[in-house]
């Protein structure tokens, strides 16, 4: 069977995409690997009518209303790989089976790179997090810390002092502000501390101490991180699709790679802030720009 379309990635941006595409009468396949980057959190926040709603329960609500269209399929399995051979894909998942599509939408997402420090991990997406716009209003006025590593960290200071003015900039023994951006924080009373970090302490995910190689330690209640981010498979680069200068996949205003019949839309493509909401809309606008082109083929 000749699928019109392929989803690979069950985020915001492969659910909304599908239900565009199914509600157009196209036979779609959606492939959930159920491996998502905000899987970590509590709570997802910023869409409204889905505040503060468990990522896990939000891909249960839209799997539930997919499930209304009978275009649309649901599979939970990883794609292993993917080929264009003639005007059509194929498709090879890790289970060993094989499925054909007209085209394809990658709604991949990214990866979570974070900086090299113990118990990191244990923390984020507990009580550090980093995203504020996700989750400064649950930590406004609190205790709190910005781990950073790069030229983003100035940006994110300014940021999260939105929220809270107790804050305290950790650069991990990275020399990343310079005079002029040390000078801006100081006069806001926000504290730098440049030296390196010996390893995160506190109890089930909860923040309470950061101790440093020089003996110091400072409290926190929590904080914010900034992590690299990475294409979450190597599926676009298979395909041959072009990255942009920081890394996403590139595309038009409608998804549209520089691989004739493939799609992409949400956090892969690094140029909108990571938002459910943004990744949904984008999902839906992929859509919108395939079933333009699926109109014209008809013609």
């Not at 979570?112 to 989750?135: R, T, W």
């Not at 020089?214 to 498979?233: H, I, M, S, W, Y």
Request: with cysteine; charged share 25%.
């Amino acid at each position: 069977m000749l699928l019109d379309c392929i989803i690979v990635g069950g985020g915001p941006a492969g659910l909304n995409a599908s239900l565009v595409l199914g509600r157009a009468r196209k036979n779609i396949i959606l492939f959930d690997e159920d491996k998502p980057r905000n899987g970590v959190t509590h709570e997802s926040h910023g869409f409204i009518t889905r505040d503060g709603t468990t990522p896990s329960e939000f891909k249960r609500i839209g799997k539930q209303e997919l499930a209304k269209y009978p275009t649309i399929a649901i599979k939970n399995e990883k794609v292993e790989d993917v080929k264009k051979e003639n005007d059509s894909f194929l498709i090879h998942t890790e289970g060993g089976d094989v499925y054909r599509s007209k085209k394809i939408i990658l709604a991949t997402g990214l990866k979570d790179v974070l900086p090299n420090i113990k118990g990191i991990e244990e923390f984020y997406g507990k009580s550090l997090f980093s995203c504020p716009f996700c989750d400064g209003w649950e930590w406004k006025d609190q205790a709190l810390a910005v781990i950073t590593e790069n030229e983003r960290a100035f940006h994110l200071a300014k940021l999260v002092s939105n929220w809270s003015r107790n804050l305290v900039i950790c650069t991990n023994g990275k020399k990343v502000l310079s005079n002029e951006e040390k000078e801006v924080l100081n006069n806001k009373q926000i504290t730098i501390m440049e030296d390196r970090i010996a390893a995160l302490q506190g109890n089930n995910g909860q923040l309470e101490k950061i101790l440093f190689n020089n003996g110091k330690e400072l409290l926190r209640n929590g904080g914010f991180v900034t992590a690299d981010l990475v294409q979450a498979t190597s599926l676009p680069e298979k395909l041959g699709c072009r990255f942009n200068a920081i890394g996403g996949i590139d595309t038009d205003d409608f998804g549209r790679t520089n691989i004739e019949g493939v799609y992409a839309c949400g956090d892969n493509s690094l140029i909108a802030p990571a938002q459910l909401i943004i990744a949904a809309s984008e999902g839906s606008r992929a859509a919108i720009g395939m079933m333009s082109e699926f109109v014209e083929e008809d013609f």
